[in-house]
């Protein structure tokens, strides 16, 4: 059995950079003849973690973790002693020297190192090949002429090795056994299906590879250019790719987070490749899931403050709200980007990669700098959800404020806050702060009842409605999704749990998984992996499967129609005071169909 030798151990030791190599994990500042900064290993607000470059070791006066550079390593990757080194090794350019007999290397080590460094190649070829076919191969030009007419540059789309997965499934894998690549290694790549190990997981999408901070690629995000689906695919995890941890773009941003203390963070893969055009440069985003604690707490290490840019609709607003906690939550400074009224005809844009589109990059670059602090942000969005010219109103408005005060880890910064507060909705000062120290009181007995905070901490309250049952239904008895999914497009589902748990389901389909340990895998919200598990093990989702999908996708479908009928009805009675009459006719042929098709819906026909 082969061992590292102790020679390339003292070598690496001795050519390592403390600051350099703990400054990847943690920004660093000197005080006086210390290098201090924020603890990766605990959770604070007053740095305590120390770190000594002539000795090369570091210390958490708050936690008490401590030990050389190269168990700071193992501790933040994860890895044992000898994958510690060999990765600093490789880093630094030092040669590894292998020997036999005793030593530190355990058994599997150099094989994981072995098998992540195969994959992170694999990956790399992989989109290599996926851009290759967007920018020359003809299958791919609708995807790269779509991509173009976003405003997007042929520079940007080589920065961020844009691609396109061919339609046909079969194709990537005859490719890569072509370059010699063993049929069991694809199978574990996460590329293909599990039970069809030839079939490609991703096929005719835009492809957008995904990189660690390093600008290793280790999955890929794929949008989808034609046809029905889900709009966006992200990669399985693996031992390589935690979708909750990683932020898209990092590789790209990390060099102006670290010089400006601050980070963009968009809802998706466009927006943040727009931010990058105009010059945004420290734009990310994070991948399919809200804005996680994992991830605020990478970008800790380099930022004070985030910029939320987010879209400007609903789900947009609703996930600056629960950013906002995030952030705050974790130590960062947050402010969310408001564009004004004044940038086109028509109000605000939807997003980032739109303003790039329509207005240009020195507009996105304007509108970046158009930003407000939190408090002043939830402030407004306060008086756009509550009355305040009447007391329940207020009561609320500073109900809706207490959990981020909460947040808050200065009580100086909660007092001014309440004070701001009170002033702003005409209400005592004392009055908001003993309705919040309620508010705290009940909270404490609510955590203590439900047996941790983190029910608490659930962003949205899971309540059972038409979509989220049939997706429950389905959930619980597998076998019929493949006929939800020829009768129901994910188009037509506003819920945002029903929404997760379709795509969670349409992965398992594609990927040919099958059980609920496969699907419960794939869902990357806690609640709703909870909710899923409770309903399951109740008796009401038990029998006639059949007869509750098809009365769900009837409902679903009857709901939509209804609504849109209900949107023609208002319209028409706008037309008949005068306006348009080819509109109205247009309307009133529209609603001899809609009418006529939920009749034949009453019929059962």
């Known amino acids: 059995m082969s061992y590292i030798a102790q020679s390339t151990i003292q070598e690496v030791n001795h050519t390592l950079d403390a600051l350099a190599v703990v400054g990847e994990y943690v920004r660093l500042e000197q005080r006086g003849g210390r290098y201090v900064g924020l603890c990766p290993f605990h959770n604070e607000k007053t740095p305590s973690f120390t770190v000594n470059p002539d000795l090369k070791l570091y210390h958490c006066f708050g936690c008490g973790k401590g030990g050389t550079v190269l168990n700071f390593v193992m501790e933040q990757e994860k890895l044992s002693f000898p994958e510690a080194v060999e ?16 030593g530190q290397q355990d058994p599997g080590a150099l094989s994981r190192m072995q098998e992540l460094e195969q994959k992170t190649e694999l990956y790399r070829r992989v989109a290599g090949s996926f851009h290759y076919l967007l920018m020359q191969g003809s299958e791919g030009t609708r ?27 079969r194709w990537l894998f005859l490719f890569l056994s072509q370059k010699g690549y063993s049929e069991a290694f694809l199978a574990s790549s996460g590329l293909f299906s599990s039970k069809y190990p030839r079939s490609s997981f991703f096929s005719g999408r835009l492809m957008f590879p995904i990189s660690d901070r390093q600008g290793r690629a280790i999955a890929f995000g794929g949008r989808l250019v034609s046809g029905e689906g889900p709009k966006y695919l992200n990669s399985p995890e693996s031992n390589l790719y935690k979708k909750g941890q990683t932020l898209f773009a990092l590789d790209h941003a990390l ?64 996930a600056a709200l629960k950013a906002i906690l995030t952030c705050r939550r974790n130590g960062l400074v947050a402010e969310v980007v408001v564009p004004g009224h004044n940038l086109g005809p028509e109000g605000v844009y939807k997003d980032p990669a739109d303003i790039l589109k329509e207005a240009g990059p020195e507009v996105l670059q ?34 809706f404020m207490f959990p981020y005060l909460e947040t808050l880890d200065s009580e100086v910064s909660r007092m001014a806050s ?58 619980i008895h597998g076998q019929w999704y493949p006929h939800l999914r020829t009768h129901l497009s994910i188009k037509e589902i506003e819920d945002p749990f029903a929404k997760e748990l379709f795509i969670a389901l349409e992965e398992c389909f594609i990927y040919d998984e099958s059980g609920m340990d496969a699907l419960l895998s794939r869902i990357s919200r806690e609640d709703l992996r909870n909710f899923v598990i409770k309903q399951a093990a109740s008796s009401e989702f038990s029998s006639k499967p059949e007869q509750l999908v098809s009365d769900g996708i009837k409902r679903i479908k009857r709901r939509r129609i209804e609504k849109r009928l209900s949107e023609i009805v208002m319209k028409l009675r706008i037309a008949a005071s005068g306006t348009a009459e080819v509109h109205a006719k247009e309307l009133l042929a529209e609603k001899m169909h809609i009418d006529a098709e939920l009749r034949r819906m009453n019929e059962g026909r």
């Not at 042929?154 to 499934?169: I, K, N, Q, S």
């Open 143 to 169: 995807a790269k002429h779509y991509v173009l007419s976003r405003g997007l540059s042929v520079e940007t789309l080589d920065r961020f090795c844009l691609g396109y997965a061919p339609v046909d499934r």
């Open 255 to 318: 060099s102006t987070i670290r010089n400006t203390q601050a980070v963009y963070i968009a809802e998706g893969y466009m927006d943040v490749i727009a931010l990058h055009q105009a010059g945004i440069a420290n734009a990310v985003a994070p991948l399919g899931t809200a804005f996680t604690d994992e991830q605020a707490q990478v970008l800790r290490r380099w930022a004070e403050r985030v910029y939320l840019f987010f879209d400007a609709d609903a789900a947009g607003r609703q």
């Open 418 to 475: 309440i004070e701001h507060i009170a002033d702003v909705f005409g209400v005592d000062r004392m009055a908001v702060f003993q309705d919040y120290m309620n508010h705290i009181d009940s909270t404490q007995r609510h955590v203590s009842r439900r047996g941790g905070e983190e029910n608490l901490r659930a962003a949205e309250h899971i309540r059972m409605n038409d979509e989220l049952y049939l997706l429950i239904v389905v959930s």
């Open 87 to 102: 990765l600093l090794a490789k880093r630094l350019g030092v040669p590894i020297v292998y020997e036999h007999g005793q």
């Open 366 to 399: 304007k509108s970046a700098r158009n930003s407000i602090i939190d408090v002043e942000y939830l402030i407004i969005r306060s008086r756009s959800l509550f009355d305040l010219s009447d007391p329940e109103g207020k009561a609320k408005a500073c109900d």
